[in-house]
Structures are given as structure tokens and as C-alpha cells.
């Protein structure tokens, strides 16, 4: 932090970081004849309530390499009308973020409008110019130089810092358990958008596209499939399609379409070596069926990313808590049941087999998550929403290059 004594001086250009947008290293000019800041946008999408509108957007942060990728989101403080430096006036969306500069921080409004063609990715206006700030025209980064080496080191997959766009596909969207999800994701500052699945069609204009309604869905940062084994394919479609758009989902397409068929999901089980129930000789009787009829208590494992979350008994069709019993064995084959049919978002039924064996007797991707925190105490949405944040793309880098620095020669 630079002694309050110090003038605080800007050249005509300068090394910004917007560290609230994920951004480390931007080139800005500072233009005191604009009045207003501009960031480069494209792909620029409204979305959330109306009460607290958000803009997502995309920005080349390095002017000469349009293959790397920065998606961000902020709220909305404002839609103003700007007239830009040929005359042309366009409405703008105008979002509040921290700008970083020379070890200061600050908050400015900025506007966001495709800078495609211009040298700099980011024009600092005079609003955003502090009374204590001085410009020298004369000179440039007057402020220590960043990089764009910083981008190099942000992995492909990273935890995102900032407001994401959740689509949640059910054909119940009234069921609390998806209410529940969206106040969750709420909560952490997302916007949880529960569609129902029977009011979606896969439409073909320029390209594949999912409609709602007849008109197109909007992008997704991550998709929740909450679909049981009676969707038909369009479901398993929808989630493949938002995959291919971008959006990672918890319970991948191919995953959930496994699941469709229960006899080829415990094939696939036994191969990995883990114990499954036998087929069923009653074509109504499921394995959990199995298990309760050999009078033995089934145990309901949620499993969440890989880790276990949540344990319930299931007894005479109700659930209730598992108390002090020792599950690690059930834990154990829980977790293997999940990965191996690659699911993130899972719950598993284990009972006993011969022996001292734990078998897998019935898999889920689309769990009663109300019953269950109303019988474990642990707030299993919270950590669904918690495990989209870990996986959903902050960045996409399409091929893996040499980043410059972008120094000045």
C-alpha cells in the first residue's frame, strides 16, 4: 500500500486487475475525456430476478489471443445510454466492481460493450478516478506492470468466485426438494432456475438448440439433472445438449442414462468388483424389495463429489437415523458404487449379502433431499450447491499455447 503521503500518479495507460470478475491482469487506457469506464463484453446475458438483476458475459482478456476465454458475472447496477468515441450511443449494462491498481483498491462502476477492435480491452473514465488519483498524460504505467503470464497459471477447472447460472431439469418442479436446492443456491448468491423437463424440445435453427416453450433456453454454467429412470431420452438429451453448451453437470448424461437401466447399472457394478443384489425374480420387486424381504435393514448412503454426506436407515418403507451403527464398510462400498457409475450426486442402498458382505441393492441420481436432511440434521443442499461451485468451468483455454507476457517491447 503506498504511503498516503505519496501522490498517487497513473500514466496514460496502466496494468489493472478486476480480482471480483476473476480478471488478474487487464491493460487499460485512461481516458479523463470519457466519462464513464468500459470493459470489453461479448455473449452479454441478463439473468436472476428482477428484483436483483445479474449480467454474465465473456472477455478475451489479451487482445491478440481470442482463444482464451474469461467468463464473469456481476450484479446489475444500472442500463445507461453511452455515446462512444465515433458518436454511435448504445445502452450498456453497467455493473460495480473492484478495480485494483499499484497495490490500491477501490470500487468503479464499469460498462460493458464488445471492444473487439480496440487496442485496449478496458478504458478507465474519469468517474473512476479518485480525487487523491493524478493523471500524467505524458507518461505510461507509472504503476508496476503485471503480466499475462498470471492467466497461464489458472487451471482450466477452477473453484468460480462468482454468481452462477444453475439449471435444474425435473418433471416436478413443485417438489420441495427442488425448492429447496434453489433457496440454497440463493443463499450462496447463485440463481437456481428449475425447468420442467416435459416443457422442453430440441430445436434446430443455425444448430442444435434446447427450446422451452418454443424459445431457446439460455446459456448454463452447470446443469442438475434431478431424473428418475422412467425419463425418457429427450431428459437424458437436454442434459447432454447444456453439456455440450458448456455447463458441467453433477450427474453427467451418459450417467443418468445408465441408471434408465437397472439390471445393465448392477452389470456394470459387478464388473468392478463390487457386490450387487441378484436380479429380481418378480419383475415388481426391486432390490431394495430384496433386500427388506430377507429381513435385513437397508442403509441410504448420499454420496455428494465422492464423499459421504448423509446416512439413513430405511425400515418398512420410512427412514430414520442411523444412530451409532458402524458403517465403514457400507461407506466404502457406497463411494466405489458412485465413482464407478460416475455419478457425483448419488444415493445408494446397501444391505447385507452372504456372509459378512455389503451389498448394493438400489442406486438414485435424483434423491428426496428434504427427507433426508429431515432425518441426518446435515444440509445436504448447501453441499450440492457447494460441489457445483468446485466443478463448474470459471475459464475455458481451447488450446494449450505459450501465454505471452505482454510486456512492452
Known amino acids: 500500500m503506498a504511503d498516503a503521503a505519496t501522490p498517487f500518479v497513473l500514466g496514460w495507460e496502466e496494468w489493472v486487475a478486476l480480482p471480483d470478475l476473476g480478471l488478474p491482469a487487464i491493460k487499460a487506457k485512461i481516458d479523463t475525456g470519457a466519462r464513464t469506464s468500459a470493459l470489453h463484453a461479448f455473449l452479454v446475458e441478463p439473468f436472476g430476478p428482477i428484483a436483483q438483476p445479474r449480467v454474465r458475459f465473456g472477455i478475451h482478456p489479451i487482445a491478440s489471443r481470442n482463444d482464451i476465454e474469461i467468463y464473469c458475472a456481476a450484479p446489475v447496477v444500472d442500463r445507461r445510454e453511452v ?48 480525487e487523491d488519483v493524478y493523471v500524467d498524460p505524458s507518461a505510461s504505467f507509472r504503476q508496476p506492470r503485471l503480466s499475462y503470464k498470471l492467466y497461464r497459471h489458472i487451471p482450466t477447472r477452477d473453484i468460480v468466485h462468482r454468481p452462477l447460472r444453475i439449471a435444474l431439469l425435473t418433471r416436478t418442479p413443485e417438489r420441495p426438494s427442488n425448492l429447496r436446492l434453489q433457496a440454497a443456491a440463493a443463499d450462496r448468491g447463485h440463481v437456481l432456475e428449475i425447468i420442467d423437463v416435459t416443457r422442453l424440445a430440441v430445436g434446430y435453427r443455425s444448430r442444435p438448440c434446447l427450446e422451452h416453450d418454443g424459445s431457446p433456453l439460455a446459456h448454463y454454467d452447470a ?44 452389470q456394470l457394478l459387478a464388473h468392478q468388483g463390487i457386490a450387487v443384489a441378484p436380479p429380481s425374480r418378480a419383475a415388481s420387486e426391486t432390490a431394495t424389495d430384496w433386500g427388506r424381504r430377507r429381513a435385513h435393514p437397508v442403509t441410504r448412503l448420499l454420496v455428494i463429489g465422492g464423499d459421504i454426506v448423509g446416512t439413513a436407515e430405511v425400515r418398512h418403507g420410512t427412514m430414520r437415523d442411523t444412530g451409532t ?27 447385507a449379502g452372504e456372509g459378512a458382505a455389503r451389498v ?38 481451447r488450446e494449450e499455447r505459450t501465454v505471452p507476457d505482454g510486456s512492452p517491447a
Open 83 to 130: 455515446t462512444s468515441s465515433n458518436g454511435d450511443r448504445e445502452t450498456r449494462y453497467v455493473i460495480l466492481s473492484t478495480i485494483e491498481i499499484g497495490g490500491r483498491r477501490w470500487p468503479i462502476e464499469i460498462t460493458l460493450t464488445n471492444r473487439e477492435t480496440m487496442a485496449y480491452r478496458m478504458l478507465l473514465g474519469r468517474q473512476a478516478i479518485r
Open 223 to 266: 446443469v442438475l439433472p434431478r431424473l428418475t429412470a422412467k425419463e425418457g431420452p429427450l431428459a437424458i438429451a437436454a442434459v447432454r445438449e447444456l453439456e455440450l453448451t458448456g455447463a458441467t453437470a453433477l450427474n453427467p448424461a451418459g450417467a443418468v442414462e445408465r441408471l434408465r437401466d437397472p439390471v445393465a447399472a448392477m
Open 325 to 351: 451403527r458402524k458403517l465403514a464398510a457400507d461407506r466404502s462400498v457406497a463411494k466405489r458404487a458412485a465413482k464407478a457409475l460416475g455419478l457425483g450426486l448419488a444415493a445408494v442402498d446397501v444391505v
Open 360 to 397: 448394493v441393492a438400489k442406486v438414485s441420481a435424483a434423491p428426496d433431499i428434504g427427507a433426508l436432511e429431515k432425518v441426518t440434521g446435515a444440509r445436504i443442499a448447501e453441499r450440492i450447491v457447494a460441489e457445483i461451485e468446485t466443478s463448474a468451468r470459471s475459464w475455458v483455454r
